[in-house]
């Protein structure tokens, strides 16, 4: 299968996403958010830039015109694809990186309600940092790229090892600290 261009599919309506996929997507409301997402209802098999996926989530506004679009991945994206991904868009403008990380809060709850019930295991911590420009050697969280008409956000998550890249009409909403 060829690569999916997903930037095409911006501005256009569920359909033509399903067409392209070939896979019916399921509207999901989060309305505390007022937000409406679809994704796809069975499996995909979906190789994009040599990583496969099987699952997207597509955001529509209230018009049911396609915002963005997120390709998951259930591995960090390689050396592999982020050079075919910047043969096809370029370097990204940004690749930030996490430094000064502190553990704020690390709480532990080992809790039973009756001697019936399994046990409930739960681990909360809370960390601040900084993001700073780094490179793709640096294993950056994110990377952004900054087209004509779209944005493209890459999002990765080393420790829980794996990935998501977002095809988006709108501007990432991050406020990031400049270099120093």
């Given at each position: 299968?060829?690569?999916?261009?997903?930037?095409?599919?911006?501005?256009?309506?569920?359909?033509?996403?399903?067409?392209a996929i070939g896979s019916n997507l399921v509207k999901q409301n989060f309305k505390k958010a007022n937000?409406?997402?679809?994704?796809?209802s069975d499996l995909l098999d979906i190789n994009f830039?040599?990583?496969?996926?099987n699952h997207i989530t597509v955001q529509i506004d209230q018009k049911e015109v396609v915002r963005s679009i997120s390709i998951h991945f259930p591995k960090v994206i390689d050396r592999e694809f982020y050079d075919?991904?910047?043969?096809?868009?370029?370097?990204?403008?940004?690749?930030?990186?996490?430094?000064?990380?502190k553990e704020i809060?690390?709480?532990?709850?080992?809790?039973?309600?009756?001697?019936n019930d399994l046990s409930f295991h739960q681990n909360l911590r809370k960390r601040e940092g900084d993001l700073i420009e780094g490179t793709f050697d640096?294993?950056?969280?994110?990377?952004?790229w900054e087209k004509e008409n779209f944005y493209i956000q890459a999002f990765l998550r080393h420790k829980q090892n794996i990935s998501e890249v977002m095809f988006s009409l709108e501007s990432p909403p991050f406020n990031i600290k400049p270099k120093k």
């Open positions: 299968m060829d690569t999916i261009k997903f930037e095409q599919l911006l501005g256009n309506y569920v359909l033509d996403i399903e067409n937000i409406t997402f679809y994704s796809n830039y040599g990583i496969a996926s075919l991904f910047v043969k096809k868009y370029g370097n990204p403008k940004h690749t930030y990186i996490m430094s000064n990380m809060i690390s709480k532990e709850d080992n809790s039973q309600n009756n001697k640096d294993k950056p969280l994110f990377m952004i």
